[in-house]
């Protein structure tokens, strides 16, 4: 089973301000990624798929880069509905597995 | 507008099997390329994918689930369900259905649903 691992566990970031988050796994998924955001009480809502790609009605302050092991999602400036808990997904193999999330919230 | 939505017992007793059933409107189950998914997330922890069925009715479970699991679906009805048999408390999880976009990204999901097991 591929481990998704993501940092930091928690990031503070002001309104306005951009946000950085990683994604590693244990072994190649290649551009196979998505990326998710989710509000409490809410289902997850996928941002990102094929690593980069943003998915239908998703703002373009949200982007996606990497490929093999390394991912990350850059959030350009922040609005404040963007405060969540963001999780990335490889779906390059079975089972497919997520990360344990990253929390975004107001510094 | 692709819609899911779960339907099930919310309360279920140890060594019992958990049931649950998501609904599919605005599109059809049986269009090709996509996959139909269940995963769940236990309170307060992350996301959990516990299997999917193709529009082939292929299935593909999570290994650490796999003995307890099946999922199915019923074209006539436009639904796939979830059994998950001997549950216990670690098995208390909102569950959400979702769709498995051509790509393998999980697309359109449900709203979830709390499955609390309990005696």
């Known amino acids: 089973e591929i481990v998704m691992t993501q940092s930091p566990a928690t990031l503070s970031v002001s309104p306005g301000e951009r946000a950085t988050l990683s994604c590693r796994a244990s072994q190649s998924v290649s551009s196979n990624l998505a990326w998710y955001q989710q509000k409490p009480g809410q289902a997850p809502r996928l941002l990102i798929y094929g690593a980069s790609t943003r998915a239908t009605g998703i703002p373009a302050r949200f982007s996606g880069s990497g490929s093999g092991t390394e991912f990350t999602l850059t959030i350009s400036s922040l609005q404040s509905e963007d405060f969540a808990v963001y999780y990335c997904q490889q779906y390059n193999n079975w089972p497919q597995t997520f990360g344990q999330g990253t929390k975004l919230e107001i510094k | 507008q692709l819609q899911l939505q779960e339907s099930g017992s919310g309360l279920v007793k140890p060594s019992q099997t958990l049931s649950l059933t998501c609904a599919v409107s605005?599109?059809?189950?049986?269009?090709?390329?996509?996959?139909w998914s269940w995963i769940r997330q236990p309170p307060g922890k992350g996301l959990e994918w516990i299997g999917y069925?193709?529009?082939?009715?292929?299935?593909y479970y999570n290994p650490s689930l796999k003995s307890r699991v099946t999922i199915s679906v019923d074209r006539s009805k436009n639904q796939f369900s979830l059994k998950l048999s001997s549950v216990t408390a670690a098995d208390t999880a909102v569950y959400y259905c979702?769709?498995?976009?051509?790509?393998?990204?999980?697309?359109?999901w449900g709203q979830g649903t709390l499955v609390t097991v309990s005696s």
């Open positions: 069925i193709y529009h082939s009715g292929s299935t």
């Open positions: 605005g599109g059809s189950i049986s269009s090709g390329g996509y996959s």
């Open positions: 979702a769709r498995g976009s051509k790509y393998g990204d999980l697309d359109y």
